[in-house]
């Protein structure tokens, strides 16, 4: 009861004054600054207001921040966040226990700050928990801590292995400051010992990874597609074969495509990729990405359809642009809006695929973090240790619910009902 009291109080500190800051700053900056395009100050504005999107948007803010400094932040900055206690296995969140640091006989190369920064870093030490600790002559003795009730054995230490340079007066003091400490997990400890609350940051990365890359590469193939067949609809262009010239019907072609991909069910889609490439972490990029790029394509046709029957764009072939350019540089700027606000709800959709595969055990292998790994690994421990299930799975609705916010927010800033009514 505590954390949760504890996590609501977290929530309300980093969520409700940021929101307010920003739309208290927004109202100074638009009374004193002159926008050359009003049109944007109505969007921002819109947006700003709407209390569900500036929720998304936060809690978005907060996720690219664990995402770029998950190693700095956590409190086990090692690979993967792997380092293992067994002593310590399936610890409920809110458990703390003292700790006996122990210098490794092979000291690992000192990381750098970039390296770190990436993938973490290997420690120099290995942590012991203990229940007790004291000092016979020029050793220290501990109590090891196996559990609650279990009486743990003693094991012994020369003061010169725990710290290199120290007092003989004042042996027991330097080893307090510097070798012993209270360690806390906030989210507890999983089946192996590791720090949950760790992992549970560096599953933000995986999840956001998967997100942008695979949003990425629908778009690269959806616009494309979606703004040809739109183009194309009326306009059929000419090939040759063979020394003859066809009228190539690009709108229907492209049309039948998009409706044989789409009746696939999305895990059938991704299984033969993830099967054919194996299971690596970019292969799972590419499969999420290529069940999103129709719902992009199909929006892109229609607004397409829409914007190229505008006088400006009549304009543009009778001053000789090239499709391409007329494309490219006059329709697609001008029809951005809708595919922001469907890019939003992808992201979503990426996260879900991803955490579903890595749930059916055919997305990110361990012992990298994913949400859905770690849903998976622990449901059957739903009656005994619930939270090991219960907090990945609230990251991800959170996570998911932050981007549908975001998307619903920009859909009702740009006006995107009124644009989109007709395609």
């Known amino acids: 009861m505590r954390i949760?009291?504890?996590?609501?109080?977290?929530?309300?500190?980093?969520y409700v004054p940021f929101i307010f800051l920003l739309q208290f700053l927004w109202k100074r900056i638009k009374q004193k600054k002159r926008f050359a395009n009003p049109q944007t100050v109505k969007v921002t504005s819109r947006?700003?207001?709407?209390?569900?999107?500036?929720?998304?948007a936060v809690t978005l803010f907060y996720a690219f921040v664990i995402f770029i400094s998950a190693h700095l932040i956590a409190p086990d900055p090692t690979p993967n966040a792997g380092f293992q206690m067994n002593e310590i296995a399936f610890k409920s969140p809110g458990f703390h226990i003292t700790v006996l640091k122990v210098p490794l006989e092979i000291q690992h190369k000192k990381t750098s700050f970039f390296k770190w920064l990436i993938s973490g870093k290997e420690l120099s030490y290995r942590l012991i928990?203990?229940?007790?600790?004291?000092?016979?002559?020029?050793?220290?003795?501990?109590?090891?801590?196996?559990?609650?009730?279990?009486?743990?054995?003693?094991?012994?230490f020369p003061v010169q292995q725990i710290i290199s340079d120290f007092n003989a007066s004042d042996k027991l003091h330097q080893i307090e400051k510097n070798a012993i400490s209270n360690k806390y997990f906030l989210f507890g400890t999983d089946d192996l010992g590791r720090d949950y609350f760790s992992r549970m940051l560096l599953g933000v990365r995986v999840s956001l990874a998967v997100g942008c890359i695979a949003?990425?590469?629908?778009?690269?193939?959806?616009?494309?597609?979606?703004?040809?067949?739109?183009?194309?609809?009326?306009?059929?262009?000419?090939?040759?074969?063979?020394?003859?010239?066809f009228l190539f019907p690009v709108d229907n072609f492209l049309m039948w495509t998009m409706s044989v991909?789409?009746?696939?069910?999305?895990?059938?889609?991704?299984?033969?990729?993830?099967?054919?490439f194996g299971q690596q972490f970019y292969t799972i990029f590419i499969a999420v990405g290529l069940t999103m790029w129709v719902d992009i394509a199909r929006l892109v046709r229609g607004q397409v359809m829409q914007v190229r029957e505008m006088e400006y764009i009549t304009a543009t072939k009778n001053f000789g642009y090239s499709n391409f350019r007329t494309v490219f540089l006059h329709i697609l700027p001008n029809i951005i809006g809708p595919v922001i606000v469907i890019t939003a709800a992808n992201f979503a959709y990426a996260i879900l695929t991803e955490a579903g595969l890595s749930f059916l055990g055919i997305g990110v292998q361990p012992p990298a973090p994913s949400w859905g790994l770690m849903i998976s690994k622990y449901k059957d421990n739903l009656i005994t240790d619930p939270y090991l299930a219960l907090i990945p799975g609230t990251a991800i609705t959170l996570l998911v619910l932050a981007f549908f916010m975001i998307g619903n927010g920009l859909r009702d800033a740009l006006d995107i009902k009124s644009q989109v009514g007709n395609t």
């Open 4 to 14: 949760l009291l504890l996590i609501a109080a977290v929530w309300f500190i980093l």
């Open 47 to 56: 947006f700003i207001a709407d209390t569900g999107a500036m929720f998304g």
């Open 129 to 156: 928990p203990i229940k007790n600790y004291w000092m016979q002559s020029d050793s220290l003795l501990v109590e090891r801590y196996l559990g609650d009730g279990i009486a743990g054995d003693t094991l012994h």
């Open 215 to 245: 949003v990425f590469i629908a778009l690269l193939i959806g616009i494309p597609i979606g703004a040809a067949a739109g183009f194309f609809k009326k306009e059929l262009p000419e090939i040759s074969i063979l020394k003859r010239k």
């Open 261 to 276: 991909i789409w009746a696939i069910p999305a895990l059938l889609l991704v299984f033969p990729i993830v099967f054919a």
